[in-house]
């Protein structure tokens, strides 16, 4: 089975622009996290997705948004980009429920100049 | 709010040897559960380990396993005959509940297995 796939891995933007990140996640999950990762901050839940409805959000400013379609795939949008948004955001997939293992995909890694 | 800390920073052992990373967490909750995940230098992150709050038995996977103490919170892994392979990052993860996805890491502890 393939993994979970992230794209781009890497990002360049400026301050002011908006991204969008996606999340492929292993097949027959329907489950999709994002994390945001900093050296100062450390990882920092963003938001989980489950069968196209958000199910859980983390303390994140409204900038940053997701969705899921139907076939479990997910986005990311960060809109206007700020210099703290550089980051390492990884997603991660799972069936369902707390007792399945959830995956992460490699990250995109965004720089905001 | 849940709460996470590993405090060390750093930690280094010879290949061969065994090394015990510490974690401790904070949550008022009975139903959770504590990660173990490893972060190599190619950044994809992979679970070592896991163990269920309602289980006393202590997890184990091959050369990991845990020492999960409920009572004092402590959920530290220990790597036996460490390899050059599990230089890494670990971090220690909590999440809370049946369906929060909400999973809260520790700041990591970087491991560094030297020939």
């Known amino acids: 089975k393939a993994g979970v796939t992230q794209t781009p891995r890497y990002l360049i933007k400026t301050r002011g622009q908006q991204v969008t990140l996606s999340c492929s996640p292993i097949s027959g999950h329907r489950s999709v996290s994002w994390y945001q990762q900093t050296p100062g901050q450390g990882l920092q839940f963003l938001f989980e997705?489950?069968?196209?409805?958000?199910?859980n959000k983390g303390n994140f400013p409204g900038r940053f948004s997701g969705r899921q379609f139907s076939n479990s795939r997910s986005e990311m949008n960060v809109s206007t980009l700020e210099l703290g948004d550089s980051a390492l955001y990884l997603c991660?997939?799972?069936?369902?429920?707390?007792?399945?293992?959830?995956?992460f995909g490699p990250g995109t890694r965004l720089t905001v100049l | 709010a849940q709460t996470v800390t590993q405090s060390q920073p750093e930690m280094s052992v010879q290949e061969a040897e065994t090394v015990t990373l510490s974690c401790t967490y904070d949550t008022s909750e009975s139903n959770y559960y504590l990660f173990w995940y490893k972060q190599p230098p190619s950044r994809q992150m992979i679970l070592v380990i896991r163990?269920?709050?309602?289980?006393?038995q202590n997890a184990t996977e091959n050369r990991f396993s845990v020492n999960f103490q409920k009572a004092a919170k402590s959920f530290s892994l220990k790597i036996s005959d460490s390899q050059l392979g599990d230089t890494a990052m670990y971090f220690c993860?909590?999440?809370?509940?049946?369906?929060?996805?909400?999973?809260?890491f520790g700041a990591g502890t970087r491991l560094t297995v030297k020939p």
């Open positions: 997705y489950f069968s196209e409805t958000q199910r």
């Open positions: 991660a997939s799972k069936l369902a429920g707390a007792v399945d293992t959830q995956y």
């Open positions: 163990q269920e709050a309602y289980k006393q």
């Open positions: 993860a909590f999440m809370n509940g049946e369906y929060n996805n909400d999973m809260r």
